[in-house]
């Protein structure tokens, strides 16, 4: 068995809690590794290290802190195919879905290299008589992410890149499920130049995330995962003063009109529906066809496409479009929603209650599912199922279908399928979701737009990557200067009026 680190300071930390978490390979449902639970005196220590090497990182130009990034990216593509390898094999996703899991990471860390650009500043010359106003960003010290076992590469990449070529140190404490590819870029970062203790993985589970949340150096916290987590972590943060962005889960619908192509309507939602084994938070797990005719048609083409999806392992490579799910425990709580599902009046049009694979019968696959005529009230509905699991809700009238959407709890994606561009603009203005798609199933923003939800799936107000993170992780000063030219006013009692 073996027991995987912390990274700290520049090397590899053995875990000295006594704790550890199992690591699966979800495709035989065996422990492959342990991975060290960091106490709080481990986090503790990790952040006082991370704080002494912090000034001179920040005082460090950031053209050369961007050179750091251009180096990284080279050095994760050369190591694109070991990191695809170690993340599928945790996660359990197809390789190629590895891949596209470290570029889009990878996006984001050259988008990163353009900080000299981003943390210009502003200036104002001549505000008054001799009197020059100007904003500085700058860093917050040192700042913490909390990510999810989803998208072990690129979510850690989301939360690094920006942080540190601000000028932060950052604490990185990844999921407990799929830790290695995390500590693997922590490595890569050391050999692109990175000083140590300037990125700190600390692995663990609730103590660790609770420590980061009570030790008062950290001036930030970044969080993706689920939404009740989501919820705790940003009341408790700002609470204790931080500056908390936290990104929860997901229910996105897709709303297919009857003048869509139900061609290309039913493929992007067996390839959203059904990608990664429905564990995207971007992925659509509602399809809301528009009048029967139009639900009726659809299903027509989505039961064959979705009885015939392959389900396996990683390492039949492109034989299979989607691996096991994380745990047995995401296995078992699918498969209860599904039930529910049919308890409640769902009509079950694909059944992959009984699905199991030869060879790999303790892995964690699910097979595919696909309702018909589910309502708003039911558990599938209303629940983020995290699986291989499409329920489909009939409208009768694009205004119902809106509303539907509108009235869900969750807000990151949503998707319209449509010829009219009247009705795809309306939809664009209407909707209250964070990331829209027309005619595009995953509308997952590229790295120089930001990524966020709306309502129950984002707390705080700045979003992931682009732009704002550059503003989530620095602080501004502004500074109002004058070099007199000799005249002297004397003493002012009032609030300076610039002339
Ligand atoms: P999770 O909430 O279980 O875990 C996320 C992180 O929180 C992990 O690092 C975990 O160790 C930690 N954590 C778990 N329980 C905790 C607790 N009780 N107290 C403190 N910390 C705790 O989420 P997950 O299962 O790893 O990821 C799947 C979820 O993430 C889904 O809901 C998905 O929609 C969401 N997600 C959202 C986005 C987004 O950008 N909105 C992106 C990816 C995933």
């Not at 950031?62 to 080279?74: G, I, K, L, N, S």
């Not at 590895?98 to 984001?108: A, L, T, W």
């Not at 009726?296 to 009885?307: I, S």
């Not at 000063?477 to 002339?499: H, Y």
Request: with cysteine; proline share 6%.
């Amino acid at each position: 068995m073996k027991d995987l680190s912390h990274w700290m300071n520049g090397a590899q930390v053995a875990g000295t809690s006594g704790r550890f978490g199992d690591v699966f390979n979800p495709a035989t449902g065996e422990v492959q590794a342990r991975v060290p639970l960091a106490s709080r005196a481990e986090l503790d220590a990790a952040v006082v290290a991370a704080a002494a090497a912090q000034p001179k990182w920040a005082a460090t130009n950031p053209q050369r802190r961007a050179r750091v990034m251009m180096e990284f990216v080279r050095l994760v593509n050369r190591d694109m195919d070991k990191l695809a390898e170690v993340l599928s094999a945790e996660h359990g996703k197809t390789f190629a879905d590895s891949k596209g899991d470290i570029q889009r990471g990878v996006e984001v860390v050259e988008f990163c290299i353009g900080a000299p650009h981003l943390l210009k500043g502003e200036f104002t010359d001549s505000a008054g008589p001799g009197i020059d106003l100007y904003s500085l960003r700058q860093p917050l010290g040192v700042v913490a992410g909390i990510t999810p076992f989803n998208f072990p590469a690129m979510i850690p990449m989301w939360k690094l890149a920006p942080a540190i070529v601000c000028g932060n140190a950052m604490i990185l404490k990844p999921s407990e499920r799929d830790p290695s590819v995390p500590l693997m870029l922590a490595q890569l970062m050391q050999e692109a130049g990175l000083p140590d203790g300037i990125l700190q993985v600390v692995n663990g589970d609730k103590e660790v995330v609770d420590a980061i949340l009570d030790n008062p150096v950290i001036q930030a916290v970044g969080f993706v995962g689920s939404t009740p987590i989501a919820h705790y972590i940003y009341s408790r943060g700002c609470a204790a003063g931080k500056r908390v962005q936290c990104f929860g889960g997901a229910k996105n619908h897709m709303i297919i009109m009857p003048d869509a192509d139900l061609d290309q309507a039913a493929d992007a939602l067996v390839g959203a529906g059904y990608g990664a084994a429905g564990e995207r938070c971007m992925a659509i797990s509602v399809a809301v066809p528009v009048g029967d005719k139009t639900a009726d048609a659809l299903m027509e083409r989505l039961v064959p496409k979705v009885e015939k999806l392959r389900v396996g392992p990683w390492t039949a490579g492109a034989d299979i479009d989607y691996g096991p799910v994380v745990t047995a425990a995401a296995k078992a709580n699918i498969l209860r929603l599904v039930e529910t599902g049919v308890a409640q009046g769902a009509k079950l049009r694909v059944d992959g209650r009984n699905f199991s694979l030869q060879g790999y019968e303790k892995g964690f696959f699910v097979g595919p599912h696909l309702f018909d005529h589910v309502t708003p009230e039911m558990d599938i509905y209303r629940t983020e199922i995290f699986g291989p699991v499409l329920s489909t809700v009939r409208a009768q009238s694009y205004e119902e279908a809106l509303k539907l959407a509108m009235d869900h709890e969750y807000g990151n994606g949503i998707a319209i399928f449509t010829r009219d561009g009247d009705t795809a603009r309306d939809f664009v203005n209407r909707v209250n979701v964070g990331m829209v798609g027309v005619n595009f199933p995953i509308p997952v923003p590229l790295a120089y737009h930001t990524f966020g939800g709306w309502k129950k799936s984002s707390f705080g107000d700045l979003n992931q990557h682009g732009p704002d993170a550059f503003r989530f992780y620095t602080r501004t000063k502004t500074v109002t200067a004058r070099w007199p030219s000799g005249i002297k006013e004397g003493a002012a009692f009032n609030f300076k009026q610039m002339d």
